[in-house]
């Protein structure tokens, strides 16, 4: 087990680099961020100069990308163009979207995997289909659409909530945005924990323990459910780095200050330290999720071991 | 039975955080009403850091105006300058200049504003390590050659033009003569700075101290800022509430909706999708008055089939093509006027606005411009491109609208085209070093209202943002001529006489002016614009 959390974290290094590079280039194929700085005029050629020299923005890119990475460790990401720290930007913008991200999951889970049991127990039956209609409607329509709409009927119609979060972003204030956050992740869970369930119902360990006479919960929980998670906590491992990048649309929906918000605004100011920072940090995220799904996979299923 | 205790667990967790969130919806626009009621307003992040000489956009711009006053101020009405801070500006030769302060003025921090503030907050603007993006506005003051090089070192810190003489006296020399540059010190690079701005400039910069109506109370970089009146505020326009609480908007559509659901005071940005709708949810709530702002298409002069005196008819039948009427009400439901004239109407008619300018060539006529078009040789390249950024300011609209109406005159479906460009900063970087070949949206927002701003920085030989590199000798011979001119009448008529010579050469088609658009709940009153469009905060007043 400590050997394999170790080769993996060892692969994770070449992933980190390739990515970050990567993105490097990828920001800085868009051209020359100083040029927009100034508006629709054109910044002084003497000021030009010396933000690009400021920025690093003069050297060759390969230079670039080995200074930012060398900064990197020692835990400087580089100063946005509005003069802010980029850990600065990071230090509150993370927390925001881990909590959006936190409430998303719980929702996820909660809603996703108890409307999968309910289905996959009774496949067929009325509550089944009307489930699965409703999952399909919730993936076929858009995240900003499901958000637009829940902010005008909650918001302005109905004033249960506020249309938009304030910047603290509260846990409370999170709820509904969390909700349209996790709805498209929410309807796959419900579809995938009733495919499994449903699949497992029929298995020989669990007509065993419904021979041996264990109550029904037991069976369910213990038994069928227990098993039948696997592939859901792998799509669920792999969703936390999505949500936390793909957050922008619902973070601009409700006014959240959070990961979507400061990338949005710095692939628009073309602002390299920023984009690159925090897809940086997001990739660490990914790979750290991935890697607690694979640990968790012995613990759902004592048969899997690591070598 | 685990199993339970888990299910019980998760209901109640949703129970509590439904019953959060209902709790959540109240209303908390603290402060209470009258005089010392606080007015919520969205606002954007601003792109640079908050230092006067720094800040060349809007939103960094509306914090200034209710942190700073300098020597002189734009009425919020007609945009003429008056004597602020100022006592007299006086000069008997256009070059030199005399000034003397009030004697009553101080920061809030309770030190005095003197000549010197002012001297040293120009010479840090203008000096070239100091990377502000707005030095180019001290450009005409003696010395700014040596502080501010085009290229290279600057060779010293100061500019020799500025002499302090006592405490509420300096002079300015500049380096040509320019009789409208007192009204040029309403803008936000001239206000004086406290000590405390160089001493300890990051703690200055997350909570900026300034002379103006407002103090900072609490400034979040990127999500708000919280400003409260100064009751000690010297000037005459004391604030007329008790604070302005400023809240950066990821869109301005959840702004707009946060107004309709009663949750923010002022909304200073209507976004286009909403205008359609904005009649029937604000009434006469919603405001839409003319800005400092014109749009137009520019051309590339570097290019040797636009410089040529055929491609004047062409650039003339162009502008002919277009029909403004139509696109200024269907596609920006008349939040822009027809240009006719390159300056904008704020100006007012002694400030240079004259409507009409223009003449024919800006009067939409389909047989005419056909005529003109083919007579010019057509369009060079048979193909007109028209270069815009499509990641903000939803440029492609209106865009495919003119190049519809050029098609339509021209019978030929090819005849223009919209390129969009990824981002804006790219788009710029086009613009700016030349790479473009067709013609690109162009738009200039004024930084003082007086009509040379709307023309020598644009248009003169090798200005700072003539772009598309036009050069004219009898245009340029007539700004110098108007700046030197001592009688301010006299120089308006003078550079009326030059923008004429755009009417003759369309180095740029004037498109239309652009409006300021704003909405307001209705817990407040006495809600204007600005002529730069910024919402008159400190005459806001809460019910």
């Known amino acids: 087990m400590g050997r394999y959390v170790i080769r993996r974290l060892l692969q994770m290094i070449p992933v980190f680099f390739g990515t970050t590079l990567l993105i490097f280039l990828m920001v800085n194929v868009m051209g020359d961020p100083i040029a927009g700085l100034c508006g629709d005029r054109q910044c002084d050629p003497a000021t030009a100069a010396q933000l690009r020299t400021e920025f690093g923005l003069d050297k060759p890119v390969w230079q670039q990308y080995l200074t930012y990475m060398g900064h990197i460790f020692t835990g400087d990401f580089g100063t946005a163009f509005n003069g802010q720290e980029v850990t600065e930007l990071m230090a509150s913008a993370f927390p925001i979207t881990i909590r959006l991200t936190i409430v998303a999951i719980v929702f996820e889970i909660v809603i996703g995997i108890s409307l999968g049991v309910v289905t996959g127990l009774h496949r067929g039956r009325p509550v089944d289909t009307g489930v699965l209609i409703l999952t399909l409607v919730v993936i076929a329509v858009p995240t900003f659409v499901t958000g637009l709409l829940l902010q005008l009927l909650l918001g302005v119609e109905w004033g249960i909530i506020k249309p938009s979060v304030s910047p603290e972003a509260p846990l409370d204030e999170l709820i509904v945005p969390g909700l349209v956050l996790a709805s498209v992740s929410l309807a796959y869970v419900t579809r995938l924990t009733r495919t499994s369930i449903a699949e497992n119902a029929r298995s020989d360990y669990v007509r065993t323990a419904v021979a041996k006479g264990l109550p029904r919960r037991r069976v369910v929980v213990r038994h069928l459910l227990r098993n039948s998670l696997i592939p859901v906590v792998t799509f669920i491992g792999t969703d936390v780095g999505a949500l936390m990048g793909g957050a922008i649309v619902t973070e601009r929906i409700f006014n959240i200050h959070g990961v979507g918000y400061q990338l949005y605004q710095g692939i628009l100011r073309q602002n390299t330290q920023t984009v690159v920072g925090f897809v940086t940090v997001l990739v660490l995220v990914f790979l750290a999720a991935n890697l607690i799904v694979d640990l968790l996979y012995a613990v759902l299923d004592p048969r899997i071991r690591y070598a | ?543």
Not at chain 2, 330 to 356: H, M, N, Y
Not at chain 2, 442 to 450: F, K, R, T
Not at chain 2, 503 to 530: C, F, H, K, T
């Open chain 2, 1 to 543: 039975m685990r199993g339970a205790t888990h299910a019980r667990w998760a209901a109640c967790a949703v129970a509590v955080a439904l019953a959060a969130t209902a709790c959540g919806g109240g209303d908390d626009s603290g402060g209470g009403g009258g005089a010392d009621g606080i007015v919520s307003s969205s606002w954007g992040d601003p792109q640079n850091p908050l230092e006067p000489a720094n800040t060349n956009e809007v939103q960094g711009g509306k914090v200034l105006d209710m942190l700073f006053r300098g020597l002189v101020r734009y009425d919020p009405k007609t945009g003429e300058a008056e004597n602020e801070i100022a006592e007299k500006i006086e000069s008997t030769d256009s070059q030199n200049f005399t000034i003397t302060i009030k004697d009553n003025w101080t920061f809030s921090n309770g030190e005095k504003v003197t000549a010197q503030s002012f001297v040293d907050a120009w010479n840090y603007g203008a000096a070239l390590k100091n990377n502000q993006k707005n030095a180019y506005f001290f450009a005409y003051i003696d010395g700014y050659d040596a502080a501010h090089p085009e290229t290279g070192k600057a060779t010293t810190d100061t500019l020799s033009g500025l002499k302090v003489v006592n405490g509420t006296t300096f002079t300015v020399k500049l380096s040509q003569k320019f009789s409208l540059w007192p009204d040029t010190l309403g803008y936000a690079a001239f206000v004086p700075l406290p000590k405390t701005f160089y001493s300890d400039h990051d703690a200055w910069l997350s909570k900026p101290v300034g002379n103006g109506p407002y103090t900072v109370d609490s400034y979040a970089k990127g999500s708000s800022m919280n400003l409260r009146r100064w009751d000690d505020y010297p000037g005459t326009d004391k604030a007329q509430n008790g604070g302005i609480d400023l809240k950066v908007y990821t869109d301005n559509n959840t702004a707009y909706t946060d107004l309709t659901a009663g949750n923010l005071d002022l909304v200073d940005d209507v976004p286009a999708s909403q205008l359609k709708n904005v009649e029937a949810d604000l009434g006469d709530r919603y405001i839409n008055t003319p800005a400092g702002i014109i749009q137009t298409l520019a051309f590339p002069f570097y290019v040797k089939a636009w410089n040529t005196p055929d491609a004047v008819k062409v650039r003339q039948g162009l502008s002919m093509a277009i029909n403004r009427e139509q696109i200024t009400d269907q596609i920006f439901q008349k939040t822009r006027t027809p240009a006719s004239d390159w300056t904008s109407p704020v100006l007012g008619e002694d400030g240079g606005f004259k409507e009409g300018l223009c003449g024919d060539p800006c009067e939409y006529n389909k047989a005419e411009a056909k005529k003109l078009i083919e007579d010019g040789g057509g369009i060079p390249g048979g193909q007109l491109k028209i270069s815009y950024n499509a990641d903000t300011g939803s440029h492609k609209e209106w865009v495919d609208a003119v190049c519809n109406s050029i098609n339509n005159v021209m019978g030929n479906n090819e005849a223009c085209v919209g390129s969009p460009v990824g981002t804006f900063a790219d788009f710029r970087s086009q613009v700016s070093t030349q790479k473009l070949t067709g013609a690109w949206r162009a738009g200039w927002q004024m930084d003082y209202p007086l009509i040379q701003n709307f023309l020598q920085p644009l248009y003169y030989t090798n200005a700072p943002s003539n772009d598309g590199k036009w050069s004219n000798e009898e245009f340029d011979g007539l700004v110098n001529k108007a700046n030197a001119e001592t009688d301010k009448a006299t120089a308006v008529s003078t550079f009326q006489d030059a923008e004429k010579i755009l009417a003759e050469q369309m180095p740029v088609i004037p498109l239309w002016y652009q409006n300021g658009s704003a909405g307001y709940s209705d817990r407040v009153e006495n809600v204007a614009l600005n002529v730069f469009s910024v919402p008159v905060y400190d005459q806001i007043k809460v019910k």
